[in-house]
């Protein structure tokens, strides 16, 4: 197992669509995927105003996942950036989420939250078999 | 977006070898991939004995999350299970555990830990564009 540089981590932030949140819900750790962008260092997702998640990420500490996993090869990377989330209501940065570059939820249903995750930490590693 | 009724989460809980645990860490959230197996109806990893992971996720509740998606068919499923990790000292579990259909680490690195996390709760959702 190789741990990654944090140039390296913060470039392959990029290369997914979908990562995994996890966060104190009111029942535990949860943990739930999410199409997200990055956008001036920070990860943005949508979510539904009001909802579970909505509600309990609200201005708390989250652990975001992305990895890229070969079970043939039994190979791959995963990065993990910690930081707090927080409700999007900047209006110019809102009116570039809702443009071409913003997060695109796949499923249907009204999810007008913007939530922003600024990483404070970011680490990231990579299992290769030799 | 599909609501997964139990049984087809349960059936699904065998259709992958790496699943993401997250858990309430030291500071805060986090999240990390793992090697899994199911036996008996439990998930089971392994990982360092007296590592970080060990200690945060003994006896304590913790999510578990799978999940298969085509970022270009903008499609795919995902499972949670929540329930709470043990670790295993039932010297039959552990032969059974250490034998062929054990879960074996792809990371280099002693990891005799055996984790169980039995679901209290399964849940699962399919995302199918139209």
Chains 1, 2 share one sequence.
Not at 17 to 22: L, T
Not at 56 to 73: G, H, K, N, P, Y
Not at 91 to 101: D, I, Q, R, T, Y
């Amino acid at each position: 197992m190789q741990h990654l540089p944090p140039d390296e981590c913060r470039e392959l932030l990029h290369a997914k669509a979908v990562g995994r949140v996890a966060f104190s819900g009111p029942e535990g750790p949860q943990v739930l995927p999410v199409n997200y962008v990055v956008l001036h260092g920070s990860i943005y997702f949508r979510t539904a105003s009001g909802g579970t998640l909505a509600n309990a990420v609200r201005d708390s500490r989250v652990a975001f996942e992305i990895d890229d996993i070969d079970d043939f090869l039994q190979s791959g990377w995963s990065v993990v950036a910690v930081g707090d989330a927080e409700f999007v209501d900047d209006p110019e940065l809102l009116a570039e989420l809702w443009g071409e570059h913003g997060p695109k939820p796949w499923a249907i249903g009204l999810r007008n939250q913007f939530v922003r995750i600024t990483p404070l930490r970011l680490t990231g590693r990579r299992v290769l078999q030799t």
